[in-house]
């Protein structure tokens, strides 16, 4: 009688541990990158914030509703992806300090929609201005190709979480 020889099981290629180490510290290397330069990208306006007693929640607000006049406050809510309680209070003292004007919408008073004041107007263009000269800064010790790639990247993470906005 005879035995039936069993086939090999087909061995699955293990990746080398030293290639998943690399990559993994090429990703850590990109998370870690990508946080410094958030800080470097927030630095400057940081700083003006601080002066008047805001924080990073009051420019996004004023940079949205720059980009978005008469935007209704449920539309802004939706598009920073915040709760209504998280953005009660930023909004609320640039409303009280001047930065932005909260009216009634003409079709329905319930409605409230928010534009910059001139005084709104001109702090949100500081900020952002302090966030441009940080962006050409880097852009032009990398290069254009450099940037287009960069923003490609940007948007691919962006779209992952919110590919209606667009600027």
């Not at 030293?18 to 990158?33: F, K, M, W």
């Not at 003409?106 to 709104?120: S, Y």
């Amino acid at each position: 009688m005879t035995v039936a020889k069993k086939s090999p099981t087909p061995r699955i290629p293990v990746p080398r541990r030293d290639i998943l180490d690399s990559l993994r510290g090429s990703v850590d290397e990109t998370i870690s990158l990508f946080y410094l330069g958030y800080r470097a990208g927030v630095a400057g306006p940081g700083r003006v914030l601080n002066k008047l007693g805001f924080g990073r929640p009051h420019h996004r607000i004023l940079y949205v509703v720059a980009r978005q006049p008469g935007i209704a406050i449920g539309s802004l809510i939706e598009m920073l992806a915040v709760s209504r309680q998280a953005l009660h209070r930023p909004l609320r003292d640039l409303v009280a300090q001047g930065y932005v004007a909260q009216k009634a919408a003409p079709t329905n008073r319930r409605l409230a929609l928010l534009t910059l004041t001139p005084k709104g107007a001109a702090l949100e263009s500081k900020l952002t201005d302090l966030q441009y000269q940080a962006f050409a800064k880097a852009f032009a010790a990398t290069g254009p190709e450099a940037e287009q790639h960069w923003k490609a990247v940007m948007r691919a993470l962006a779209d992952q979480v919110r590919p209606a906005f667009t600027v």
